[in-house]
T-cell receptor, first 110, second 115 residues
Framework: QQQVKQSPQSLIVQKGGISIINCAYENTAFDYFPWYQQFPGKGPALLIAIRPDVSEKKEGRFTISFNKSAKQFSLHIMDSQPGDSATYFCAASGGQNFVFGPGTRLSVLP | DGGITQSPKYLFRKEGQNVTLSCEQNLNHDAMYWYRQDPGQGLRLIYYSQIVNDFQKGDIAEGYSVSREKKESFPLTVTSAQKNPTAFYLC??????????????FGPGTRLTVL
C-alpha cells in the first residue's frame, strides 16, 4: 500500500511534443504529490507539486493532473524541449510517510 | 545561501575500508534522509532521522551506519560490510511540521566508487 507506481519507464518525444508521465498510488492517507526532475550526476530538484483538493496545477509548461477517485496523477510537459531531457520521479507524501515512484527517463529529440 | 551540502563530490574507496559521507543542511529542517541510487535506477532509502539522536533504518540499511548528533548534520558511514557500495548517494531533508507539505530537498550527491 506504500508503493507508488510510475509509467512509462522511459519516454522519447520529439521537440515541441507533449510528454506525459503517469503515477498511481494506493494509500488514501497520502495528501501531497510532488514531482522531481533529476539531471545526470545531480540531485533531484522539486519541479511542481499538488494537493488532492485541486484537480490540476500548472506552472509554465508543466502541468499536474490529479484524479482523486482513481488515485492517479500525471505530469504533462507541453512544448517539450531537449533541455527537459532528464529523469522524472513522482512522489506521494502523507504525515511522515514519503514514497518515490521508480522514475521515468525522458529524452526529447531535437 | 540556504541549502543542503554534501561532500565530497567524488569518493574512492579500497575494499575493506570504511568511508564517511558528509551531509549538512542550514534549512532548519527536522528530518534528514540518505538514499542510494544505482545507474538508471530509482531512489532507495538507506536511513532517515526525524529528530536529533534518533534514526530509523530504511529499506537497505545493511552495511551502513548513521549518526544525528546535531540537527544540521547527518553523516553516513559506508562500512566494509556493504558488499556493493559503488553508487550515487543522495542526502535530503524536510520539515515535519503538522499541516505543512513534507517536501524533501536534495543535496548534489556523492559518487562513491570502490577500487
Amino acid at each position: 500500500q506504500q508503493q507508488v507506481k510510475q509509467s512509462p519507464q522511459s519516454l522519447i518525444v520529439q521537440k515541441g511534443g507533449i510528454s506525459i508521465i503517469n503515477c498511481a498510488y494506493e494509500n488514501t492517507a497520502f495528501d501531497y504529490f510532488p514531482w522531481y526532475q533529476q539531471f545526470p550526476g545531480k540531485g533531484p530538484a522539486l519541479l511542481i507539486a499538488i494537493r488532492p483538493d485541486v484537480s490540476e496545477k500548472k506552472e509554465g509548461r508543466f502541468t499536474i493532473s490529479f484524479n482523486k477517485s482513481a488515485k492517479q496523477f500525471s505530469l504533462h510537459i507541453m512544448d517539450s524541449q531537449p533541455g527537459d531531457s532528464a529523469t522524472y520521479f513522482c512522489a506521494a507524501s502523507g504525515g511522515q510517510n514519503f514514497v518515490f515512484g521508480p522514475g521515468t527517463r525522458l529524452s526529447v529529440l531535437p | 545561501d540556504g541549502g543542503i551540502t554534501q561532500s565530497p563530490k567524488y569518493l574512492f574507496r579500497k575494499e575493506g575500508q570504511n568511508v564517511t559521507l558528509s551531509c549538512e543542511q542550514n534549512l532548519n529542517h527536522d528530518a534528514m534522509y540518505w538514499y542510494r541510487q544505482d545507474p538508471g535506477q530509482g531512489l532507495r532509502l538507506i536511513y532517515y532521522s526525524q529528530i536529533v539522536n534518533d534514526f530509523q533504518k530504511g529499506d537497505i540499511a545493511e552495511g551502513y551506519s548513521v549518526s544525528r548528533e546535531k540537527k544540521e548534520s547527518f553523516p553516513l558511514t559506508v562500512t566494509s560490510a556493504q558488499k556493493n557500495p559503488t553508487a550515487f548517494y543522495l542526502c535530503a531533508s524536510s520539515i515535519l511540521t503538522s499541516g505543512r507539505e513534507n517536501t524533501q530537498y536534495f543535496g548534489p550527491g556523492t559518487r562513491l566508487t570502490v577500487l
